[in-house]
C-alpha cells in the first residue's frame, strides 16, 4: 500500500505558475502509475495527466496540453505536475492518485490510492 501527500498548490494570478508534488510512503512510487485529477466546486472529479510508472509515457487532457506537464523522480519517490499559464477555469482542488499497474490510465475507477488534495486557485 502506498499513502500519497501532495502540496504545492495556492493562489496565483492568471497567466502565472505551479508546481504541484505527490510524495508518496509506504510502497515505493516507482511501483505505480500515477495520475493527476482536479475537482472544481460543484463538478464532477476530472483526469489532468498521468504518467507510467517508468515515466517513459504521459499523457495530459487536451485542456492542459501544452501548460501543464507530468514527471517523476522514482529516487525521491514524488511525482510532479507543473502548471504554466493558469487560467481561472483552472481553480481547483488537485489530487494525486496511484495504480499499481506500469500503464497510466484516464479514468479515476482504475486508481485504488489518493491524497487528500491541494488547492489551486487562480485568480483573474
Known amino acids: 500500500q502506498v499513502q500519497l501527500v501532495e502540496s504545492g498548490g495556492g493562489l496565483v494570478q492568471a497567466g502565472g505558475s505551479l508546481r504541484l508534488s505527490c510524495a508518496a510512503s509506504g510502497r515505493t512510487t516507482s511501483s505505480y502509475a500515477i495520475g493527476w485529477f482536479r475537482q472544481a466546486p460543484g463538478k464532477e472529479r476530472e483526469f489532468v495527466a498521468a504518467?507510467?510508472?517508468?515515466?517513459?509515457?504521459?499523457v495530459q487532457v487536451d485542456s492542459v496540453k501544452d501548460r501543464f506537464t507530468i514527471s517523476r523522480d522514482n529516487a525521491k519517490n514524488t511525482v510532479y505536475l507543473e502548471m504554466n499559464s493558469l487560467k481561472p477555469e483552472d481553480t481547483a482542488v488537485y489530487y494525486c492518485?496511484?495504480?499499481?499497474?506500469?500503464?497510466?490510465?484516464?479514468?479515476?475507477?482504475?486508481?485504488?490510492?489518493w491524497g487528500q488534495g491541494t488547492q489551486v486557485t487562480v485568480s483573474s
Open positions: 492518485a496511484a495504480r499499481n499497474n506500469p500503464r497510466y490510465s484516464m479514468s479515476l475507477v482504475n486508481y485504488a490510492y
Open positions: 504518467i507510467s510508472r517508468s515515466g517513459d509515457y504521459t
